[in-house]
């Protein structure tokens, strides 16, 4: 079963002293309008679904992200995508993430996301991680 990694209260601190906690809030003149379509799924499945896709034998962490019913589902205690928080969203956590030994995709992968693209990840649950009902209503849900 995943576990969630434990920051140690000191780096935690040195996180939000440093202020790379999270990044600062978008006002919303500035703030592009996110479509999951056209913005998040195409970072999604260049970075992330070989590993939380389709595939069982890749699977990691039990964690799929290309069906929205369990990329959006409790990861004991804690949500991968919690609609409005990126700052609580395993997913914006992990992809944002500071430490190499907890930054998706993993360092060793050889590929990493641009600070675009981590910051449409966070504009998108921002905004209210929406995702088209329709875009998985056939597929596999194990």
């Not at 140690?8 to 479509?35: C, F, H, N, R, Y």
């Not at 998108?124 to 088209?132: C, D, K, M, R, T």
Request: charged share 30%; hydrophobic share 40%.
């Amino acid at each position: 079963m995943y576990t969630r990694p434990r920051l140690s209260l000191a780096v935690a601190l040195a996180l939000l002293i440093a202020g790379t906690a999270g990044a600062p809030p978008v006002s919303g003149q500035d703030e592009k309008q996110i479509d999951y379509a056209r913005d998040v799924q195409p970072i999604l499945e260049a970075f992330c679904y070989e590993c939380h896709g389709e595939d069982r034998s890749l699977r990691e962490a039990d964690l799929r992200l290309d069906i929205r019913e369990l990329a959006f589902k409790d990861l004991g205690g804690f949500p991968n995508i919690a609609p409005g928080d990126p700052d609580d969203s395993e997913l914006y956590i992990r992809v944002s993430s500071e430490f190499l030994e907890m930054r998706m995709p993993p360092y060793e992968a050889g590929t990493q996301l641009t600070e675009e693209q981590i910051e449409t990840i966070r504009l998108w649950i921002l905004q209210g991680a929406e995702w088209p009902e329709d875009d998985d209503a056939a597929a596999d849900t194990q």
